[in-house]
């Protein structure tokens, strides 16, 4: 029996070598002033009568949302038939408490309750007990036998009955669970029968680019854990802000902070606070520095020696222009205009470096804030937001060679950086500002599916650069091919989002690919997932990106209205590409393969998570 507790939409990886048939089946699967105890694992397990669930039950104890340690839990069976070991335990220092059960001999449901002692605190497990026998595939079915690299997908019921031939043959097996709550838990069991499981090194595919001369995949989670709290804070304090500022849109007749053709060197007032939305300004005294078609360029007067002439914030500006702005909007629409400048400000500021603790092995890029959408007073007090600085506008790192306000920057690591990051950021001020004033939503959009939007921005601009197009198996030949700039166009443009995917692909079985987290393989896993269901839906990415984010719905349902109704069997779909796409793999165990040996293994995979 291979067993597997999952959550949500989730792939579960195996290798199984069979000699002439093989089978399976797949099955659902003190107080301390405590407030509260829920179920962290362990619900809605299937198993055999008289053997042990696969999984403990898990319960955490927590006062007013904090964990609870020393809390007493005791465990109970309280219908059906089941022992459990041990029937009393104190929860840990993360407020969880465990306990193990075997079933009975009656088949059937088992009820067991968890409650905390000087408490009137309680949670229940339901869990099914089967019957003695499990009709295997193979006894009602004659054995299947399926060519190299073929893949068979929705296997369902008792199995499917594989045949391994005279020789014998391997199959990989991936189980899916579709479900859009990356909490929900489920659990699979997958019986074999004359069959073993295949001790191979690991066949998770793999691009480490580090290895490649001269090829980077770059991987930096300080960037995305600001994101997240910056855009995790905006949704909660701004989303009750929406309705009154669309309303407000409608009758507007405020003027630019900064006017379209502002004076070379004129002096502007702007709130560089990075972390709170409509409180406790951070002012600071910028400079005009470039003017272009799109662009004003503005750089904070107290920035570091050894920053950028105004030449070079021109250059920030003109690729703007003729490189960042266009791909964005032909991707993602047009940005709104609230200040009526027709332009986007990018401001250099000291106060993005300052995000950037020493020594964190990162940095923030830069970045984009929804504060700066909303208008600054209302009378009512029910859409402004006083430190907003009213104005389509990206925050900039900059130069500090001498590191005076975090680790040093150089010229150079700030012009390779921005271009990559602000694509990324001009994505999420197109998608907040259109979903706000153009579409009318009535919030933003979930964050998985914003970053995923923002990680495909990337990887167009990439494209643009290096004289690529979407829907080619591109691989290290091809990136190292003309023009001879390519390689530096991949580690500038294109590094980024491949060691976010290395990440994933070297842990998918903790990796969420639609998780409410900052992690690095969550946006690897989304970025790649997106660009898997584009592909999939037409020779050309269309109006794919346009639809998503031009959307009044958000996240799951979101893919749905673009996708059609069956975009999880879509996802199942990549889920099973990653592992069977341009791989075909033949392996000879010998005797070892026909042994009739089981694999029992026990793991614990997430909600989009695989394994």
């Not at 007073?377 to 907003?388: E, I, K, N, R, V």
């Not at 069997?569 to 026909?594: C, K, N, P, Q």
Request: glycine content about 10%; some cysteine; charged content about 15%.
């Amino acid at each position: 029996m291979l067993a597997r507790n999952i959550r949500g939409a989730v792939f579960v990886f195996c290798v199984l070598a069979v000699a002439a048939c093989g089978g399976g089946s797949s099955e659902p699967s003190g107080g301390s002033g405590a407030t509260a105890i829920d179920i962290v694992s362990g619900n809605g397990q299937s198993q055999l009568v008289g053997t042990p669930l696969t999984s403990p039950l898990v319960v955490r104890v927590t006062a007013s949302g904090t964990a609870v340690k020393g809390a007493t839990v005791a465990f109970s069976v309280t219908a059906g038939s089941a022992t459990v070991t041990p029937t009393s335990v104190a929860t840990d220092a993360a407020g969880q408490a465990k306990a193990q059960v075997t079933l009975g001999s009656s088949p059937g449901q088992v009820t067991i309750t968890a409650s905390v002692s000087g408490a009137n605190l309680t949670a229940t497990f339901v869990e099914t007990a089967g019957a003695s026998t499990i009709t295997a595939a193979c006894q009602s079915g004659t054995p299947t036998t399926l060519t190299a690299g073929e893949v068979r997908p929705a296997v369902s019921g008792t199995g499917i009955c594989l045949g391994g031939g005279g020789t014998g043959a391997d199959f990989a097996l991936v189980a899916f669970y579709a479900n859009t709550d990356s909490s929900a838990v489920a659990q699979v069991g997958v019986t074999a029968r004359g069959a073993v499981g295949v001790v191979l090194a690991s066949k998770t595919p793999s691009f480490d680019a580090t290895q490649l001369g001269g090829l980077e995949s770059r991987v930096d989670n300080v960037q995305g854990s600001f994101e997240r709290r910056l855009h995790e804070s905006a949704r909660r304090e701004l989303t009750p802000k929406i309705p009154g500022a669309q309303a407000w849109y409608r009758s507007r007749a405020a003027a630019a902070a900064i006017p379209a053709n502002p004076t070379i060197g004129s002096l502007v007032v702007l709130n560089a606070n990075g972390d709170q939305n409509c409180s406790n300004p951070i002012n600071v005294t910028a400079r005009v520095a470039a003017v272009s078609t799109t662009a004003i360029v503005v750089a904070d007067t107290a920035n570091p020696t050894g920053g950028f002439t105004d030449a070079e914030y021109l250059s920030f500006a003109t690729m703007f222009d003729t490189l960042i702005s266009p791909l964005d909007i032909a991707n993602f629409g047009q940005p709104t205009d609230i200040d009526k400048n027709g332009k986007t400000i990018i401001f250099f500021t000291k106060e993005v470096n300052k995000l950037t603790p020493r020594g964190s092995g990162g940095v923030v890029g830069g970045f984009f804030f929804e504060r700066d959408l909303f208008p600054t007073a209302d009378t009512q007090q029910l859409f402004g937001c006083a430190t907003s600085n009213f104005a389509e506008m990206y925050y900039s790192l900059v130069p500090d060679p001498n590191a005076r306000f975090s680790d040093a920057r150089s010229k150079k690591g700030v012009q390779d950086l921005t271009p990559s990051t602000l694509a990324h950021e001009f994505q999420h001020l197109i998608n907040a500002g259109r979903r706000i004033y153009v579409n009318n939503a009535d919030r933003f959009e979930d964050g998985w599916l914003n970053e995923g939007l923002s990680h495909i921005a990337e990887e167009l601009l990439y494209y643009k650069v290096a004289r690529l197009v979407p829907r080619q198996n591109i691989d290290v030949a091809t990136i190292r091919s003309s023009p001879p700039a390519s390689i530096d166009a991949f580690n500038t443009y294109a590094g980024d989002n491949i060691g976010r995917f290395e990440l994933f692909i070297g842990k998918p079985s903790q990796t969420s690919v639609y998780a409410g987290n900052d992690s690095l393989e969550t946006r690897g896993a989304t970025w790649h997932m997106l660009r898997y269901l584009a592909d999939h839906r037409g020779t050309s990415d269309g109006d794919t990106w346009m639809r998503l984010a031009n959307s009044t719905t958000a996240g799951h349902h979101n893919l749905s209205n673009v996708f059609g109704a069956t975009y999880m069997t879509m996802i199942r779909d990549w889920a099973t590409s990653l592992f069977s796409d341009d791989v075909i793999r033949e392996h000879r165990e010998g005797e070892a393969r026909r042994s009739g040996a089981e694999d029992r293994h026990d793991r614990h995979v997430r909600a989009g998570r695989s394994v």
